[in-house]
C-alpha cells in the first residue's frame, strides 16, 4: 500500500516563476490537507481539500497561491510569481475522512527553493 | 488564537538515556493531539492521543494527555542513535466546517549520541 507521495522532491525555481507541486494521496483517502514547513519553523496548515472542493482555505496566502483537488489525478498546490520567501518544505497529508481517529498521513514533502 | 509549544526545542543525549518531550497547547476546539517523528523525509505517525490519563506504548515510546492542564509528553526509554529526529506535536481541532486541520509546534530536535 503505497503512501502519500509527492512529486517533485525538489524544485527550483527564479522569482517570478511558477512553481507547481502535486499530491497523491494514499490508497482510499479522500481527504487532502496542505502543510508549510519554513526554515526553523513548525509546519502550518495551508488548505484542506476533498474532491472537487475547497473545504477550508484559512491558511493559504491570499495571492499567488491556489489549491486543486481535481476528481481525477493528484491534488496541486499552485504558486505563482514565485518570491524569496516562498521557499520552504510543502508536506500534504491525507486522511480517509475527518473525524476523531482518523489519522493523517504525511508524504515526505516537496522543497522548494526560490532564486 | 490556537498554539501548540514544545518544549524543550532541542536536546542532546547519550545512548541508553531516557528523554522526555513536552507539548502545552492552547487550542479552543479540541478533539485529539498527535505526536510526529520527522526525520528527512516525512513526518511518521506516532500517536494519537484523545482521552486524558491514558497512556499509548508503542516499543520504548510512550505518551501521554493531560486535558485539564492541556498538555502531552512524550517519554522514550533506552534512546538509540535512530531516535534522533525532530519529533512533532500536532493538535487537531475542530474548525470551521469540521476540517480537522493540525496545528503543530515548533518541534524538538532530539539528537543521541553513541
Known amino acids: 500500500n503505497a503512501g502519500v507521495m509527492q512529486n517533485p522532491r525538489h524544485l527550483v525555481r527564479r522569482r517570478g516563476q511558477e512553481a507547481r507541486l502535486r499530491c497523491s494521496p494514499m490508497k482510499g483517502h479522500s481527504h487532502v490537507y496542505w502543510y508549510r514547513q519554513l526554515p526553523e519553523e513548525g509546519l502550518k496548515f495551508m488548505v484542506y481539500?476533498?474532491?472537487?472542493?475547497?473545504?477550508?482555505e484559512s491558511g493559504m496566502p491570499k495571492e499567488r497561491f491556489s489549491a486543486e483537488f481535481p476528481k481525477e489525478g493528484p491534488s496541486i498546490l499552485r504558486i505563482q510569481q514565485v518570491v524569496r520567501g516562498d521557499s520552504a518544505a510543502y508536506f500534504c497529508?491525507?486522511?480517509?475522512?475527518?473525524?476523531?481517529?482518523?489519522?493523517?498521513?504525511f508524504g515526505p514533502g516537496t522543497r522548494l527553493l526560490v532564486l | 488564537e490556537d498554539k501548540v509549544v514544545q518544549s524543550p526545542l532541542s536536546l542532546v543525549v547519550h545512548e541508553g538515556d531516557t528523554v522526555t518531550l513536552n507539548c502545552s497547547y492552547e487550542?479552543?476546539?479540541?478533539?485529539?493531539l498527535l505526536w510526529y517523528k520527522q526525520e528527512k523525509k516525512a513526518p511518521t505517525f506516532l500517536f494519537m492521543l484523545?482521552?486524558?490519563?491514558i497512556e499509548k506504548k508503542s516499543g520504548r515510546l510512550s505518551s501521554i494527555l493531560d486535558k485539564k492542564e492541556l498538555f502531552s509528553i512524550l517519554n522514550i526509554t533506552a534512546t538509540q542513535t535512530g531516535d534522533s529526529a525532530i519529533y512533532l506535536c500536532?493538535?487537531?481541532?475542530?474548525?470551521?466546517?469540521?476540517?480537522?486541520?493540525?496545528?503543530f509546534g515548533q518541534g524538538t530536535t532530539l539528537q543521541v549520541k553513541p
Open positions: 487550542v479552543t476546539n479540541f478533539r485529539s
Open positions: 484523545t482521552s486524558s490519563g
Open positions: 497529508a491525507s486522511s480517509r475522512k475527518t473525524g476523531v481517529r482518523e489519522t493523517q498521513y
Open positions: 500536532a493538535v487537531e481541532a475542530y474548525g470551521s466546517g469540521n476540517t480537522g486541520k493540525l496545528i
Open positions: 481539500l476533498q474532491k472537487e472542493n475547497i473545504i477550508d
